[in-house]
């Protein structure tokens, strides 16, 4: 995954704030300074933003419930 896609998909950042703080070199990869936005992380890597580690956000699951007798589908 490109690093500043990695920041905007794990922080409230935009992809074009977290370009912009890529640039200003508020971003470490392993410990170090990255400012190519489109460098490609490898497996495991510890994002720090502004000294905060950034942490892969997990797939989210919904459940609804629908009433008794009420149809949800196209056809019955």
């Known amino acids: 995954m490109r690093l500043d ?8 950042l935009s992809r074009k704030e977290a370009r912009r703080a890529i640039h200003a070199s508020n971003v470490e990869v392993n410990g170090e300074v990255w400012k190519d936005t489109g460098k490609h992380l490898p ?14 956000q997990g797939e989210r699951y919904l459940m609804l419930n629908k009433p008794a007798g009420i149809v949800s589908a196209t056809h019955d």
């Open 43 to 56: 497996t495991g890597a510890q994002v720090l933003l502004e000294g905060q580690q950034l942490t892969v």
């Open 5 to 12: 896609q990695f920041i905007s998909t794990n922080s409230p």
